[in-house]
């Protein structure tokens, strides 16, 4: 009997913590490790220098050795980030997020390559350099998408 109550108990917290929407109840701890280092790369671009780039239809982002110029830019829906590398070392371009948008492998990114990224989705979309950072420390950069 006690164990059929603890039982219900449990299932009743889950349904409410689903409810919520935000957490995800026995889940794999990875995927909410990964959610906590997302919001940390966004907490940074909220406390860093955001460039409003919001009147081009398309812009650029520098890869230089070894971080991105500008760091951080504000761009509308639908704008294309053109990622150029302008360093003479390799360089790569990965969402924080896995697939929140296309990567740029190093394979694709030698000096002098560039590679396009259209935004499409309003939100914030960290990314970092995995040769010269972390996802919160080194090359890192965002892109802030807005309507
Ligand atoms: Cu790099």
């Known amino acids: 009997m006690k164990k059929l109550t603890i039982g219900?108990?449990?299932?009743?917290?889950?349904?409410?913590?689903?409810?919520c929407?935000?957490?995800?109840?026995?889940?794999?701890s990875?995927?909410?490790g990964a959610d906590d280092v997302t919001q940390q790369a966004i907490d940074l671009m909220n406390e860093g220098d955001v460039v409003s780039e919001t009147g081009e239809s398309e812009v650029t982002v520098d890869a230089v050795d070894n971080n991105f110029k500008p760091e951080y830019i504000e761009i509308k829906k639908g704008t294309k980030v053109n990622f150029v590398n302008d360093g003479r070392n390799v360089h790569n371009v990965l969402p924080v997020?896995?697939?929140?948008?296309?990567e740029i492998p190093a394979d694709d990114f030698d000096p002098g390559d560039e590679g396009a990224v259209t935004f499409d989705?309003?939100?914030?979309?960290?990314?970092?350099?995995?040769?010269?950072?972390?996802?919160?420390k080194g090359m890192i950069g965002g892109i802030r998408v807005v309507e």
């Not at 219900?8 to 409810?19: D, Q, R, T, Y």
């Not at 997020?97 to 296309?102: I, N, Q, V």
């Open 121 to 136: 989705e309003v939100g914030d979309f960290p990314y970092y350099c995995s040769l010269h950072g972390t996802p919160t």
């Open 97 to 102: 997020a896995e697939d929140a948008f296309t």
């Open 8 to 19: 219900a108990a449990l299932a009743a917290s889950v349904l409410l913590l689903a409810g």
């Open 30 to 32: 990875s995927d909410d």
């Open 21 to 28: 929407g935000e957490s995800d109840p026995g889940g794999s």
